[in-house]
């Protein structure tokens, strides 16, 4: 999809549609037909359609490893997927989250997580960068120091070695973190389909002042020359990579990313 054709769409989509509060993640299970938790503080900020297109992402028969960077409502949503036996025995979630004190409040926001973190198959991480402010923005932070915002993207010790089928981006260091996922994404060998290919959802991708600003937009937008912009979901976007990328390509614009903490 052109970039330009893009921020029109978004643009309309802003024009219509009011900022998303959070909503229970039970009522975006039982649309779908799915058991619910019957936990009422676990909520998602996301809107019913965006919502639903992680939910089908999760539940694709081809997604063994989700990894998502920033968590919240999306952590309690996969957890209770686990816990209520709808994804694979082999699945495996990895939540990643800057601020220890967010991850404490989530722990006892509801029991979802601490419970499917028992089951072996949710692994909450805290990617350290030190002190951390308002939604997880790492303070004092230096655009050199690549070491503290990599403890954070990089994915390298978080996978245990598997690959990634479906990466959700909603915290810090957005782009680099879908440059990261570029290169732990699980590439099935002589099969070209959209429904086996490993995707990332990138939250937020759109401009609807005063929150995601033009600056923000533009930063996102690089990450589509090496993925395809497959649709859109309100402000959820679904990428897919693509087939031919330079590595090197990648690396030297991961480097340059490391240096940006703006979600």
């Given at each position: 999809?052109?970039?330009?054709?893009?921020?029109?769409?978004?643009?309309?989509?802003?024009?219509?549609?009011?900022?998303?509060?959070?909503?229970?993640?039970?009522?975006?299970?039982?649309?779908?037909?799915?058991?619910?938790?019957?936990?009422?503080?676990?909520?998602?900020?996301?809107?019913?359609?965006?919502?639903?297109?992680?939910?089908?992402?999760?539940?694709?028969?081809?997604?063994?490893?989700?990894?998502?960077?920033?968590?919240?409502?999306?952590?309690?949503?996969?957890?209770?997927?686990?816990?209520?036996?709808?994804?694979?025995?082999?699945?495996?979630?990895?939540?990643?989250?800057?601020?220890?004190?967010?991850?404490?409040?989530?722990?006892?926001?509801?029991?979802?997580i601490r419970r499917a973190e028992q089951t072996g198959q949710m692994k909450y991480v805290?990617?350290?960068?030190g002190q951390t402010g308002h939604l997880g923005y790492p303070k004092g932070f230096i655009?050199?120091?690549?070491?503290?915002?990599?403890?954070?993207?990089?994915?390298?010790?978080?996978?245990?070695?598997?690959?990634?089928?479906?990466?959700?981006?909603?915290?810090?260091?957005?782009?680099?973190?879908?440059?990261?996922?570029?290169?732990?994404?699980?590439?099935?060998?002589?099969?070209?389909?959209?429904?086996?290919?490993?995707?990332?959802?990138?939250?937020?991708?759109?401009?609807?002042?005063?929150?995601?600003?033009?600056?923000?937009?533009?930063?996102?937008?690089?990450?589509?020359?090496?993925?395809?912009?497959?649709?859109?979901?309100?402000?959820?976007?679904?990428?897919?990579?693509?087939?031919?990328?330079?590595?090197?390509?990648?690396?030297?614009?991961?480097?340059?990313?490391?240096?940006?903490?703006?979600?």
């Amino acid at each position: 999809m052109n970039v330009h054709i893009h921020l029109l769409t978004v643009l309309a989509i802003a024009q219509r549609k009011q900022t998303s509060s959070a909503q229970p993640i039970d009522r975006l299970l039982g649309q779908q037909g799915l058991p619910i938790s019957e936990e009422p503080n676990a909520t998602v900020g996301m809107s019913n359609a965006e919502g639903v297109n992680l939910i089908k992402a999760l539940l694709r028969p081809a997604t063994r490893t989700y990894i998502e960077w920033g968590s919240g409502g999306s952590t309690e949503l996969v957890s209770w997927l686990v816990l209520s036996g709808r994804m694979r025995p082999d699945f495996r979630a990895v939540s990643v989250e800057s601020s220890a004190e967010w991850m404490a409040y989530m722990r006892g926001r509801s029991t979802l997580i601490r419970r499917a973190e028992q089951t072996g198959q949710m692994k909450y991480v805290h990617g350290s960068m030190g002190q951390t402010g308002h939604l997880g923005y790492p303070k004092g932070f230096i655009s050199s120091d690549h070491k503290r915002s990599l403890a954070y993207v990089g994915l390298d010790d978080k996978l245990g070695g598997r690959k990634a089928d479906v990466a959700l981006v909603d915290g810090r260091f957005r782009l680099a973190c879908m440059l990261e996922a570029f290169k732990h994404l699980r590439r099935p060998h002589n099969v070209h389909s959209d429904a086996v290919s490993p995707i990332v959802l990138l939250h937020d991708y759109a401009v609807i002042p005063p929150g995601l600003h033009q600056r923000r937009f533009d930063e996102y937008s690089r990450a589509l020359q090496f993925y395809d912009l497959k649709w859109m979901n309100d402000t959820l976007a679904t990428l897919m990579p693509k087939p031919s990328v330079s590595p090197t390509a990648v690396a030297a614009a991961l480097e340059r990313a490391l240096g940006r903490p703006d979600r």
